[in-house]
């Protein structure tokens, strides 16, 4: 692979480190609870997005943990119409969709949506299909067998994280390939907290350049999640620290794209990152210039 990503109309080089601002369309998300429910909420959080520096918005319908039940069909009311909104209000922005449903896959994509995150592992194997169908790109993720909406089992268990975690991960995108996905539009998500208990969290952070050397493109989902509230023993709204730390790290050894709810503070580490590996001049330079 030469290292290119190509989302939608963008493509992104193999230095380049992308943010992907979570904009969740449901009244019981975990962090915002329900901040951007509302349409004209949501639209301005998109707006604010971009202008703080995303390259990529991923928009939810359904909150990933448990819950009042969602159908398929409400799914589709929050997420489809906004997606066309957003389409028609950023024509080069990268629209992500967050669904392990192929009925919502394929609605959003004929709304204009560019990216399927399947952030439930195929449990649809449909959804890769449909992202084939439309050429969209498609983020492979590992869950550990865990289904939808569910927490990980008690006890879970494995005897090498990674080694599951590349399994489940490589096969999931070759078979996307397979179908006629672009091989260059395709990425690959540990999932952090999904199907792991915090340790597993912690060592697919440590060990996350073994996905970096399989050459896809990785994308990771850290914000405020409860490895990190377990790590520090803090609650939701104080754990933008050990994400931005967290960041840092897989930044450092690789990954290519963050899903965030705080994309200046991202946006931040990620350019000081790529500045220190020498891949990113800095903005200004005064100091020591005559």
Same mark, same amino acid.
């Given at each position: 692979?030469?290292? #290119? %990503?190509?989302?939608? =109309?963008?493509?992104?080089?193999?230095?380049?480190? @992308? @943010?992907?601002?979570?904009?969740?369309?449901?009244?019981?998300?975990?962090?915002?609870?329900?901040?951007?429910?509302?349409?004209?909420?949501?639209?301005? =959080?998109?707006? $604010?997005?971009?202008?703080?520096?995303? =390259?990529?918005?991923?928009?939810?319908?359904?909150?990933?943990? +448990?819950?009042?039940?969602?159908?398929?069909? !409400?799914?589709?009311?929050?997420?489809?119409?906004?997606?066309?909104?957003?389409?028609?209000?950023?024509?080069? #922005?990268?629209?992500?969709?967050?669904?392990?449903?192929?009925?919502?896959?394929?609605? @959003?994509? !004929?709304?204009?949506?560019?990216?399927?995150?399947?952030?439930?592992?195929?449990?649809?194997?449909?959804?890769?299909?449909?992202?084939?169908?439309?050429?969209?790109?498609?983020?492979?993720?590992?869950?550990?067998?865990?289904? +939808?909406?569910?927490? +990980?089992?008690?006890?879970?268990?494995?005897?090498?994280?990674?080694?599951?975690?590349?399994? $489940?991960?490589?096969? %999931?995108?070759?078979?996307?390939?397979? %179908?006629? @996905?672009?091989?260059?539009?395709?990425?690959?998500? +540990?999932?952090?907290?999904?199907?792991?208990?915090?340790?597993?969290?912690?060592?697919?952070?440590?060990?996350?350049?073994?996905?970096?050397?399989?050459?896809?493109?990785?994308?990771?989902?850290?914000?405020?999640?409860?490895?990190?509230? !377990?790590?520090?023993?803090?609650?939701?709204?104080?754990?933008?620290?050990?994400?931005?730390?967290?960041? &840092?790290?897989?930044?450092?050894?690789? &990954?290519?794209?963050?899903?965030?709810?705080?994309?200046?503070?991202?946006? $931040?580490?990620?350019?000081?990152?790529?500045?220190?590996?020498?891949?990113?001049?800095?903005?200004?330079?005064?100091?020591?210039?005559?």
């Amino acid at each position: 692979m030469d290292g #290119l %990503l190509r989302l939608g =109309r963008s493509e992104f080089g193999p230095d380049d480190r @992308v @943010v992907m601002a979570i904009v969740n369309r449901t009244p019981d998300s975990f962090y915002d609870k329900g901040a951007t429910y509302a349409e004209d909420a949501a639209l301005d =959080r998109v707006d $604010q997005a971009v202008a703080d520096g995303a =390259r990529i918005v991923d928009i939810g319908g359904v909150k990933a943990g +448990p819950g009042e039940e969602v159908t398929t069909d !409400e799914e589709i009311r929050r997420t489809v119409p906004f997606v066309g909104k957003v389409r028609a209000r950023h024509p080069d #922005l990268v629209i992500s969709v967050d669904t392990w449903r192929a009925e919502v896959g394929r609605a @959003v994509c !004929e709304a204009g949506a560019d990216v399927l995150n399947d952030a439930w592992g195929g449990y649809d194997p449909r959804l890769a299909e449909v992202a084939a169908e439309f050429r969209a790109g498609l983020v492979c993720t590992h869950t550990g067998g865990t289904v +939808p909406r569910n927490r +990980p089992r008690k006890g879970v268990s494995y005897p090498d994280v990674m080694a599951d975690i590349l399994d $489940q991960t490589l096969r %999931l995108a070759e078979r996307a390939v397979e %179908l006629g @996905v672009p091989r260059e539009s395709v990425l690959i998500d +540990p999932a952090h907290d999904f199907g792991k208990n915090t340790r597993h969290s912690l060592e697919a952070t440590r060990r996350i350049g073994e996905m970096i050397e399989t050459g896809w493109p990785v994308l990771v989902s850290l914000s405020n999640k409860d490895f990190i509230g !377990e790590t520090l023993d803090m609650p939701v709204r104080q754990r933008l620290t050990g994400t931005l730390a967290t960041t &840092a790290v897989c930044a450092w050894l690789g &990954a290519r794209v963050y899903r965030v709810h705080e994309v200046v503070e991202t946006r $931040q580490v990620l350019d000081m990152v790529s500045s220190i590996q020498g891949t990113r001049p800095p903005a200004v330079e005064r100091r020591g210039i005559a």
